[in-house]
């Protein structure tokens, strides 16, 4: 493991050696910045193959580091890089952005809005997320799918909203809890 350690790092260092400082070009900086992020994919390839939990860890112990790095200096970058973590929790899983530009896509307008489908769920006792099939946002982008493409058709056997509503949800509970998992909400809007 060491030698291994240290084959790598003498090949970081031979990568390394520019600077990234105000100094540089915008050019060199961005060369620089191109390999590195070349170099952070062959390291984390090369961990991902790994049988060795040590690789894994050291890995984890460095992106700890990057991750306390950009909590500080950019809290909301973070914070968006913890919620796309989350994904390896869940089966459906999309981040609220994601979920707001997938919605936004869709054709008809969905019925409801995000707020309107959660206060529907909450009040009538729904589970809004349920590990490890969907998180929130999953579940409320199928309901407004399952609306905005079924909408009409349901209409014609339930009249009322707050019915329709429940009926959208065990729908799109059918898509997200499939034994087989044919529906994957990632894949499904290219995410």
């Known amino acids: 493991m060491r030698h291994k350690q240290l084959t790598l790092h003498a090949r970081w260092q031979m990568t390394a050696r520019r600077s990234i400082g105000r100094n540089g070009s915008k050019e060199e900086r961005r060369r620089t910045m191109n390999e590195q992020i070349k170099k952070f994919d062959e390291l984390y390839a090369k961990m991902a193959q790994s049988k060795d939990v040590q690789d894994m860890h050291l890995f984890g112990k460095v992106m700890r580091e990057a991750m306390t790095y950009v909590s500080e200096h950019a809290p909301a970058k973070a914070e968006e890089l913890l919620e796309e973590l989350c994904a390896v929790c869940w089966d459906n899983y999309l ?44 579940l409320i982008t199928t309901i407004s799918m399952i609306a905005s493409d079924s909408g009409e058709t349901l209409a014609k056997y339930v009249s009322d909203e707050s019915q329709m509503l429940e009926l959208c949800y065990h729908l799109a509970l059918d898509k997200l809890k499939d034994k087989d998992k044919v529906f994957n909400i990632r894949k499904y809007f290219e995410v």
């Open 95 to 138: 981040t609220r952005k994601e979920a707001e530009e997938i919605v936004s896509m869709m054709s008809p307008a969905p019925k409801w809005t995000r707020d309107h489908i959660k206060r529907g769920l909450e009040a009538k006792g729904l589970a809004l997320a349920e590990e490890p099939y969907y998180n929130e946002c999953a």
